[in-house]
T-cell receptor
Framework: AQSVTQLDSQVPVFEEAPVELRCNYSSSVSVYLFWYVQYPNQGLQLLLKYLSGSTLVKGINGFEAEFNKSQTSFHLRKPSVHISDTAEYFCAVRSGTASKLTFGTGTRLQVTL | ETGVTQTPRHLVMGMTNKKSLKCEQHLGHNAMYWYKQSAKKPLELMFVYSLEERVENNSVPSRFSPECPNSSHLFLHLHTLQPEDSALYLC??????????FGSGTRLTVV
């Protein structure tokens, strides 16, 4: 069985500060990992994904994430956030040959001046 | 525009009404999904269709009835809903081995 834990339900941060949103997963087989962003009254938009290869993955809007197999983590980072990054962020995992994604409960990123 | 289109964007319906939500994708994906997103709750997977066959139904009440007439279209038929069914209903599609592409959702309010 696969599962995802997003430890922080809310992360407040000032504009231009760095941010890290944490994601830990559990799975007994190989995994594929995803981060999605949801702006108010919108669907989920893919930010980045790890399927294989380099453990540092770069996505849209200046975000990046690092796959750490030993710590079973896939934390999302941005060196300098903008007001427009205020949104809900979801981590998701897919195991092996399964097509189903399992989502975390989401982290609300609130960027203020 | 993400490639997955959901209509309508907003829907208000009474508890005795019958309505349908529509989802359309022209990405060539072979799987489609319905999710329910309620305030302060995790995303709930409702139904999964793979190659037009329903492969998963996560104990969803019978007042929700999905239909997948072809690989590009997915419907969610609604009847005799309850106020607690008010939520954002998200459709997604995927190709085996890849992530999902989501629509913008239908905001449903049951009065």
């Amino acid at each position: 069985a696969q599962s995802v834990t997003q430890l922080d339900s809310q992360v407040p941060v000032f504009e231009e500060a760095p941010v890290e949103l944490r994601c830990n997963y559990s799975s007994s087989v190989s995994v594929y990992l995803f981060w999605y962003v949801q702006y108010p009254n919108q669907g989920l938009q893919l930010l980045l994904k790890y399927l294989s290869g380099s453990t540092l993955v770069k996505g849209i809007n200046g975000f990046e994430a690092e796959f750490n197999k030993s710590q079973t983590s896939f934390h999302l980072r941005k060196p300098s956030v903008h007001i427009s990054d205020t949104a809900e962020y979801f981590c998701a995992v897919r195991s092996g040959t399964a097509s189903k994604l399992t989502f975390g409960t989401g982290t609300r990123l609130q960027v203020t001046l | 525009e993400t490639g997955v289109t959901q209509t309508p964007r907003h829907l208000v319906m009474g508890m005795t009404n019958k309505k349908s939500l529509k989802c359309e994708q022209h990405l060539g994906h072979n799987a489609m999904y319905w999710y329910k997103q309620s305030a302060k709750k995790p995303l709930e997977l409702m139904f999964v269709y793979s190659l037009e066959e329903r492969v998963e139904n996560n104990s969803v009440p019978s007042r929700f009835s999905p239909e997948c007439p072809n690989s590009s279209h997915l419907f969610l038929h609604l009847h005799t809903l309850q106020p607690e069914d008010s939520a954002l209903y998200l459709c997604a599609s995927s190709q085996t081995g890849h992530g999902y592409t989501f629509g913008s959702g239908t905001r449903l309010t049951v009065v």
